[in-house]
């Protein structure tokens, strides 16, 4: 059986992650098959309409959507549903998961890293992307859902780098270290453009 790497990219609506997730598809390998995921609570269907109205149809990506609120609720049951619908259609060479932005991310990674996936999933860098002006409002950096984005971060997106000051990135990684993410790397995009080599490096979660 083959083992599929995942991401997990995670971040507030709004920030920017069905864009990160486009560009992404544009950079796929031509010869790789890859599974999306999304969850967007409050934004049912949302996100699954973006991504198949911005790439033309195409029979190597799969989208997915677990619909009405945190795909890791029920213990993890809707996401684990989903997981078995995926892999009884095939075997992706690539996972990435969207999960909603007002949900719990360590849980989606908790289901991700079980046993009952080892043979299946492989942990790979999960994605938090920030909006690199966003630590100036208090409503963020005192958000649990936000802090704890940043803590299961192997990789903090600093996303509309170009909306930023020298001040702003500063800022947040300043905001970074204090929450204990010290070695967590910090890169600024504008637009959503990340990297897809930013995906290949192994989860610490795992």
Sequence with gaps: MKITPVNVITGFLGVGKTSSILSLLHQKPVDEEWAILVNEFGEIGVDQGLIKGQIAPRNDVMVFEVPGGCMCCAAGLPMEMALSQIFFLGEPDRLIIEPTGLGHPAEVLGVLAAEAYADQLELHTTVTLVDARSVKNEIYCKHPSFIQQIEIA?????????????????????????????????????????????????????
């Design 154 to 206: 192997d990789l903090v997106i600093a996303n509309k780098a170009d909306l930023a000051s020298p001040q702003d990135l500063r800022r947040l990684r300043a905001f970074l270290d204090a929450v204990g993410a010290t070695n967590v790397a910090m890169q600024p995009v504008e637009y959503g453009a990340v990297d897809i080599a930013f995906l290949d490096g192994r989860s610490a979660w795992s």
